[in-house]
Every structure is written in C-alpha cells, then in structure tokens.
C-alpha cells in the first residue's frame, strides 16, 4: 500500500491550494481515506475524512464551508481542495487510508492504518 501526497506549498491568506493523494496497492473502492494535519508543537489533528464504503464525508469544524474532499475511483485519488486558507492552517498535511472501511466521521488518526509522508502548506499573513 502506497499513498503519495502533492500539491502543498506556499500561499497567502485567502488563497487556495489543492492537495492530492494517490494510492496504490489496494482496492481503492472499499476503504477510507482521510487527511490529517499537524502544525510545529502540535498534535496531528483530522481534517477531513471520507469513506468510499459508507459514501460520506466527515469536516472538522474549523474548516467546513472552506475545504472540499473529493475522490476519484478511476485515478484512485482523494483530493483536498482548499479556499480561503488561514494562517492557522499552517501545517504538514498527511493522507491515510483504514483497512476496515470505516464510516467517515471515524476522523482521527488512530483510527487509520496507512499514511503518506505528508506535504507542506504554510499560509501568510
């Protein structure tokens, strides 16, 4: 199992960025997938989680209405898009997959069993 995240870098307050996540290695349909962040100093938090079994999609509150999660079965992809980024969104950002299918609101990184090596987004003021 591989994922391979990209797309991070660097970008003013209220400018967007896309991340993205390839996976490879198994069945991209019958799990989830999630994306994690951790800012220096602080615990790795969920961000956005969402299950290809269950069809949902789970949104920490502090980035609901600005940040869209999105799949695609044929490229085996989990997008991230971002609008309007904070500063506080500062972070390195890592994409996971479970094994067990579980339902998307299951967003916290415990619960997942594959990661990426994590791509940075740094936002300015």
């Known amino acids: 199992v591989q994922l391979v995240e990209s797309g991070g870098g660097l970008v003013q307050a209220g400018g967007s960025l896309r991340l993205s996540c390839q996976s490879s290695?198994?069945?991209?349909?019958?799990?989830?997938f999630g994306w994690f962040r951790q800012a220096p100093g602080k615990e790795r938090e969920g961000v956005s989680c969402?299950?290809?079994?269950?069809?949902?999609?789970y949104y920490a509150d502090s980035v609901k209405g600005r940040f869209t999660l999105s799949s695609d079965s044929v490229k085996n992809t989990v997008y991230l898009q971002m609008n309007n980024l904070k500063p506080e969104d500062t972070a390195v950002y890592y994409c996971?997959?479970?094994?067990?299918?579980?339902?998307?609101?299951?967003?916290?990184?415990?619960?997942?069993?594959?990661w990426g090596l994590g791509t940075q987004v740094t936002v300015s003021s």
């Open positions: 996971a997959a479970d094994w067990r299918g579980l339902t998307s609101s299951y967003c916290y990184p415990s619960a997942y069993d594959y």
């Open positions: 969402i299950s290809n079994v269950h069809n949902n999609t």
């Open positions: 290695g198994f069945a991209f349909g019958e799990h989830t």
